[in-house]
């Protein structure tokens, strides 16, 4: 298996644009997360899906931000309108029901000007 | 709440052991992690010990669980300047979802 695979790597974008960050899980794996990372806050979990249906998503920071999991391999997270604030290294990840499984992707890291 | 606390940083020299420390308030963890980040990459699994367990080695690395005083420690012995990272301790309880520290960033030196 490829692993979790995120794309794109690099995403720099023009605050107010719309940007779309795009993750494959590893197949087979019924829980997928979405994190981000800052200097400020380290990790933090955004949002989680389990079988494709979003289970807690309390750390989504506000309503710019929207995440979605159409089938069981293919989720995104999209903010519109982006700040530069939203700048930070995303990460999405996922796992089988115990935690011992859980594989990180490469993270996208977001620029936002 | 869940809350997973670290010290930022520690600075070992080549060859020393270096010991990351933990705290976690959850008394309910049943696993508890620990990761490693390098520089521009994704986290890594370095390894995982369950809360009934109070130590697990695995090659240069040694796990310890303090249960009573919700501690874990990770220890790496002969430190490498290839261990230079950030580690982050992180548990799971009773729901799915990873719970991470603060990261410490380890820095090896010659």
């Known amino acids: 298996d490829a692993g979790v695979i995120q794309s794109p790597r690099h995403e720099v974008t023009e605050m107010g644009q719309e940007v779309t960050l795009r993750c494959k899980p590893i197949s087979g794996h019924d829980y997928l997360f979405w994190y981000r990372q800052t200097m400020m806050r380290g990790l933090e979990l955004l949002i989680y899906f389990n079988n494709n249906v979003p289970i807690d998503d309390s750390g989504m920071p506000e309503d710019r931000f929207s995440a979605k999991m159409p089938n069981a391999s293919f989720s995104t997270l999209k903010i519109q309108p982006s700040e530069p604030r939203d700048s930070a290294v995303y990460f999405c990840?996922?796992?089988?029901?115990?935690?011992?499984?859980?594989?990180f992707g490469s993270g996208t890291r977001l620029t936002v000007v | 709440g869940e809350d997973v606390e670290q010290s930022l940083f520690l600075s070992v020299r080549e060859g020393d052991s270096s010991v990351i420390n933990c705290t976690y308030t959850?008394?309910?963890?049943?696993?508890l992690y620990w990761y490693k980040q390098e520089p521009g990459a994704g986290l890594q699994l370095l390894t995982y010990?369950?809360?009934?367990?109070d130590m697990k080695q695995d090659q240069r690395l040694t796990v310890l669980l303090n249960k009573k005083d919700k501690h874990l420690s990770l220890r790496i012995a002969d430190t490498q300047t290839g261990d230079s990272a950030i580690y982050f301790c992180a548990e799971t309880a009773d729901t799915d979802k990873l719970i991470f520290g603060t990261g410490t960033r380890l820095q090896v030196f010659p």
């Open positions: 959850d008394s309910s963890s049943t696993y």
């Open positions: 990840a996922s796992s089988l029901r115990t935690g011992i499984s859980y594989t």
């Open positions: 010990i369950f809360s009934n367990m």
